[in-house]
């Protein structure tokens, strides 16, 4: 696929992923290792809770969506490089069966005064399940190469 | 260990997590799984980039952030319920070998005017690695449970 330098991007341009279906034992696996509440682990003890259900922890629908990004077209060169994120939030739970889709916008760029072979770009990606519903939203500073001169 | 109710916490508060372990595996195996770029899974590849070296997706350490926040002295009643982050960063790469330990701190705290029975909370969590570096901060808004009446 195309790799973008800084000066190849637009404001406003779109990259939509392929699709990351979800089941019970990967939420369950990732809960194991990383957000053990009952939750994230088990059908029966999530029922009573805030998610009335099963649901993925947050951060496996981050990491998720990290992967949906790194294997689509939003491919600056020298890869994905994250400075920083700000409003993450996720709005709808992820359940077992979802299947997941990431669509990543340009929002600013700049090149750097100090590093003019680098700059930062904003981007807004956002994770969608198969119903269109938003499961996660976040904007992130990535660091960009700007074409050598 | 104590539960907390939105009530108990106090501003300024700190908890303090026990201590994770990274090893060159595990940074590969998250990145296998979730963020396939070269810096994250391969010693070689990663002398080249921008990390000069191997180092963990920051997906990884924000995950095992929240591990040792789920096992850690932090502990409000109905577990850790995150409505949304802010302020995300890795100052610092995560090495093989590095020892993280996760800070948290009471910023604010407020009861809802529409659902009483639960407020929100904001935390600032502080990743360290073994030198007492920050590999990773966040703002996060927290879903608390208030007390019954």
């Known amino acids: 696929m195309t790799e973008y330098y800084l000066e190849d991007f637009s404001l406003g341009q779109q990259f939509e992923s392929a699709s990351y279906p979800v089941d019970e034992a990967s939420i369950k696996g990732f809960a194991a290792e990383f957000d053990p509440q009952p939750f994230h682990l088990d059908e029966a003890a999530a029922k009573g809770t805030l998610f009335q259900g099963l649901a993925a922890s947050g951060?496996?629908?981050?990491?998720?969506?990290?992967?949906?990004?790194?294997?689509?077209?939003?491919?600056?060169?020298?890869?994905?490089?994250?400075?920083g994120i700000d409003e993450?939030?996720?709005?709808?739970?992820?359940?077992?069966?979802?299947?997941?889709?990431?669509?990543t916008e340009v929002l600013e760029k700049r090149q750097s005064k100090s590093r003019p072979e680098r700059g930062i770009m904003k981007i807004r990606t956002t994770t969608y399940n198969q119903r269109r519903e938003v499961v996660q939203t976040y904007v992130a500073s990535m660091v960009v190469q700007t074409r050598p001169q």
Chains 1, 2 share one sequence.
């Open 88 to 103: 993450l939030s996720w709005p709808q739970p992820v359940r077992p069966g979802d299947v997941l889709t990431a669509v």
């Open 59 to 83: 951060w496996n629908t981050a990491a998720i969506t990290m992967k949906l990004m790194v294997e689509g077209p939003f491919k600056p060169v020298g890869g994905l490089i994250g400075a």
